[in-house]
């Protein structure tokens, strides 16, 4: 294959979600693929305000999708912003409150969690290693911003409850404890688009890799779709291979089986 651009997830595919770091043997592969002329793209869950821990191969990282595809940028510059309407908005966290449930705002410039809960606070830190959720947080200056992402604290067990209220969002679980909404149509494998189109590679050029259901589309879009051995079966039975963990090695043993590497 003839391979132009690699996008990664970062939890539990670059990221341990046991160390919080970069496995070493990650960093030597993803050099030695920059070095060849193969561009990065970080392709996450997160909002930028949450991504903390990629600084080992930030100097190699031509560009993010971020929220699941609703911010992508380079450098400084934007590729594509895709807000949730704000009416859906109001609807999500109506669900949340008839349910007692917290969720996570995403704003352009800020997050906070509505109706919170120590608990999810608690287990969304520590789960990431992401910056700690208050209780007094101003979550009614949050919800004035465009919104990119909700993540309602509703297990799988109640999805089934709230998903034909939802029809109108993008829907995507990578825990059993929570799940991501984006506007519709805004996708991981939409911020790929975005991302070929505006540094003018195709799609069918690329690998995407993953462990979580919010990178099925990526791994669907991409000329190879790669699961990590820690993927959950829904990743890992649409994938095109599936590598090693996070942590044995699996990103630089997925790029020598595609030759990207030596």
């Not at 409150?97 to 352009?108: E, H, N, P, Q, S």
């Not at 290693?129 to 509703?154: G, H, K, Y």
């Not at 995507?172 to 494998?189: E, H, L, M, N, Q």
Request: aromatic share 10%; net charge negative; with cysteine.
């Amino acid at each position: 294959m003839g391979i132009k651009a690699l996008f990664f997830d970062i939890d539990g595919t670059l990221v341990s979600f046991k160390t919080h770091e970069i496995p070493g043997s990650t960093v030597a592969a993803l050099e030695q693929a920059h070095d060849s002329g193969v561009k990065i793209f970080i392709s996450t869950g997160r909002p930028p305000i949450f991504i903390n821990n990629v600084g080992a191969i930030s100097h190699l990282v031509e560009g993010y999708i971020t929220t699941n595809g609703a911010y992508c940028f380079c450098k400084d510059e934007t590729i594509s912003l895709s807000p949730i309407d704000t009416d859906d908005v109001r609807e999500v966290l109506e669900i949340c409150k008839r349910l007692d449930r917290a969720c996570i705002v995403v704003g352009t410039k800020s997050r906070g969690m509505y109706n919170y809960k120590k608990y999810d606070a608690d287990f969304f830190k520590k789960l990431l290693n992401a910056p700690a959720f208050n209780e007094n947080d101003d979550i009614e200056s949050v919800l004035r911003e465009p919104v990119l992402q909700l993540t309602p604290f509703i297990p799988e067990d109640e999805e089934q409850l709230v998903k034909g209220d939802l029809s109108s969002v993008e829907m995507s679980r990578w825990c059993p404890y929570f799940f991501d909404i984006t506007a519709k149509g805004v996708t991981k494998a939409k911020g790929m688009a975005e991302i070929a189109h505006r540094f003018g590679f195709s799609l069918n050029e690329t690998i995407g890799f993953g462990d979580g259901g919010n990178d099925i589309s990526m791994l669907k879009a991409a000329g190879a779709g790669v699961a990590m051995g820690n993927a959950n079966d829904a990743v890992k039975e649409i994938a095109d291979y599936v590598t090693n963990t996070v942590d044995d090695d699996g990103i630089a043993n997925a790029l020598r089986h595609y030759g990207v590497i030596k």
